[in-house]
């Protein structure tokens, strides 16, 4: 594949937070857009407008906007790569999984589909990224995500961890250190009155965690007594 000019680049930077946004989001506005790329809104309006004259999003002004099908296809192109890097890169060149999402940024305008293909037979068509993200298939079929947070468990549950919705550095490694990462299991020993604290033990003992930080953790129920509203 050709090198990427820097508009290419720019182009697949856009089209990938519109997915992520449209799928982890309330839906994709202009100063979202602008927060997660770290530009400025007036900068995001002039891009999402030529993305519609290209055809990659239908975007009406100072409403939501949504990937075409072709622009899809760039997305779930840039994504898959993303995170078929931070897999090589975590498991085969053994980097800390709070380094290989920037790295792994780095990479992802330069994998061919020829790179891709090899990717995936060496790691064994590997499902989500280090975080648990899901890596979208080829076909652009949805993959399947988990809505419940362990925010929802209630004192008594035991959840497994499926996903870290946050790619921040300090935060995955104070996961890492408390022991919630991705496939990890734990009780839910106390919630805090009023939003407080919640308390989990698991194989790295017992922490009391926050609210805010549980609700970018991503589970499964393995046993409960009962869900929060």
Not at 77 to 91: K, S, Y
Not at 108 to 124: K, N, P, Y
């Amino acid at each position: 594949m050709p090198g990427h000019t820097h508009f290419d680049e720019s182009t697949e930077e856009y089209l990938e937070a519109v997915y992520r946004l449209e799928r982890e989001g309330p839906g994709v506005t202009t100063s979202g857009l602008a927060a997660d790329l770290g530009v400025a809104p007036a900068s995001v309006s002039g891009m999402l407008k030529k993305l519609t004259a290209d055809g990659y999003l239908a975007y009406e002004a100072r409403g939501t906007a949504k990937l075409t099908e072709k622009g899809l296809k760039v997305a779930v192109r840039v994504i898959r790569r993303n995170r078929l890097a931070e897999v090589f890169l975590q498991d085969v060149l053994g980097m800390p999984w709070d380094e290989v999402h920037e790295e792994a940024c780095r990479l992802e305008h330069a994998i061919s589909e020829r790179v891709e293909e090899r990717l995936v037979a060496i790691l064994g068509d590997p499902k989500v990224c280090p975080h648990g993200h899901p890596i979208p298939p080829a076909d652009l079929s949805e993959p399947v995500r988990v809505g419940l947070r362990l925010a929802d468990a209630q004192a008594g549950s035991t959840v497994r961890v499926v996903e870290v919705v946050e790619d921040v550095p300090e935060t995955l490694r104070y996961l890492d250190r408390i022991g919630l990462r991705p496939g990890a299991s734990v009780d839910v020993v106390e919630r805090g009155p009023l939003g407080g604290p919640i308390t989990i033990e698991g194989a790295n003992g017992r922490t009391a965690i926050s609210i805010e930080l549980a609700r970018l953790i991503a589970i499964t129920l393995e046993a409960s007594p009962a869900l929060s509203a």
